[in-house]
């Protein structure tokens, strides 16, 4: 594969680098994205139904069990040639950033380390009312189980339809995007805000901004380039070509 030259002098020079995520990524790994349909017994229902505040409330016990349905998927999947793409790029650069909008800590499992998951993990569980994480609870056949702690119902610790992502993570995802020497948004739709901002803020900060994704997004114009292929097929030869073994 021929890769653009541009691409990877910038990257050769870079010393901090800045990677954006999206469910793209996951999907090569065989993770259901939110778009795709519900099968099998959920099929009646729509994901936007079932992961609010409001559907757990409603119906904890079903949401609850959904998201067991989900772990099941996630915990099958395993990081594709993209994520350890990813993982050796962080070894051979100062500096690197992994802002991720996926929860299935694929990217962790591949070995990359310093990973900011702006919508939380589905493989970590907090309770409903304090937000404790707990890691381990008594299985007393309640569904969903109670927090050890306060009492309150355990949920997954993932950001629903209408939570507002942690403040904190934010302001660090948007600090690396303003001072990366190059930034790469990869698999992402660009249409999840406050997420889909990120490649705009790298871009208006003058910071080379490259694109990785099979399908054009509404971002795709104004990128410094833009690389149609997926992120498994592209990412291994990038690295390839920039750092040779």
């Known amino acids: 594969m021929e890769i653009n030259a541009g691409i990877v002098g910038l990257l050769r020079e870079a010393k901090r680098v800045v990677v954006f995520t999206g469910a793209g990524v996951s999907a090569e790994s065989g993770v259901p994205t939110f778009r795709d ?12 139904d079932l992961a609010t ?7 904890p016990k079903l949401v609850w069990e959904w998201y067991v349905m989900r772990r099941r998927l996630v915990a099958e999947a395993k990081p594709n040639a993209g994520h350890y793409a990813l993982a050796k790029m962080e070894e051979k650069v100062p500096t690197f950033v992994l ?9 962790q499992q591949a070995g ?6 702006l919508h939380g993990n589905i493989a970590r569980t907090k309770c409903f009312d304090m937000g404790h994480v707990v890691r381990e609870w008594e299985e007393t056949g309640v569904v969903p189980p109670l927090c050890p702690r306060c009492g309150s119902m355990l949920r997954p610790d993932v950001v629903w ?5 942690s403040a904190a993570t934010l302001d660090q995802a948007f600090n690396a995007a303003e001072t990366a020497d190059i930034f790469f948004s990869i698999g992402t739709s660009s249409l999840v805000q406050p997420a889909a901002s990120l ?12 694109e990785v994704n099979p399908n054009p997004t509404p971002l ?9 292929l997926p992120s498994g097929e592209f990412l291994p030869a990038l690295v390839e070509a920039v750092w040779p073994e």
Do not use: C
Request: no cysteine.
């Open 37 to 48: 349909a519900q099968t099998g017994l959920w099929a009646k229902y729509r994901a936007e």
């Open 53 to 59: 505040p409001q559907a757990f409330k409603r119906q």
């Open 99 to 107: 802002i991720t909008q996926n929860i299935d800590n694929l990217h």
């Open 112 to 117: 990359s380390y310093n990973v900011l998951e």
């Open 161 to 165: 339809f209408g939570e507002n992502l």
């Open 199 to 210: 490649p705009v803020t790298a871009l208006n900060n003058g910071v080379p901004t490259i």
């Open 220 to 228: 795709t114009p104004h990128m410094s380039a833009s690389v149609n």
